[in-house]
Nanobody, 127 residues
Framework: QVQVEESGGGLVQAGDSVMLSCVVS?????????MGWFRQVPGKEREEREC???????????YYTDSVKGRFTISRDNAKNTVYLQMNNLKPEDTAVYYC????????????????WGQGTQVTVSS
């Protein structure tokens, strides 16, 4: 059984910074998973979750959606089974439920290829 648990969301003001953390536990070692952060806004279906950032097994390859480039940073600590999303200069349009996910399929932005998902953490950015 693989468990994915996010933490770190909350209510912040525009321009603030927040760091999300995600711990993965289970039988497979953490460094075998590619990891991703996705977000979902009200009115969108699960399949419409936006891929915000992804990182490969070793952490030396990353992807960011255009709207967060230069503001968000994804990183991982394989010794702690943890992936992070540092979010700086937050904007109201960043408001969403943020999900952490683990993939057995390698480095990918396709949500359908992520096997394990957390329950999500709400990030609300007020203007």
């Amino acid at each position: 059984q693989v468990q994915v648990e996010e933490s770190g969301g909350g209510l912040v003001q525009a321009g603030d910074s927040v760091m999300l953390s995600c711990v993965v536990s289970g039988r497979r070692t953490f460094d075998k998973y590619a990891m991703g952060w996705f977000r979902q806004v009200p009115g969108k279906e699960r399949e419409e979750r936006e891929c915000v950032a992804t990182i490969n097994y070793s952490g030396d390859t990353t992807y960011y959606t255009d709207s967060v480039k230069g503001r968000f940073t994804i990183s991982r600590d394989n010794a702690k089974n943890t992936v992070y999303l540092q979010m700086n200069n937050l904007k109201p349009e960043d408001t969403a439920v943020y999900y952490c996910a683990a993939s057995n399929s390698g480095f990918t932005v396709a949500g359908g290829l992520y096997n394990y998902w957390g329950q999500g953490t709400q990030v609300t950015v007020s203007s």
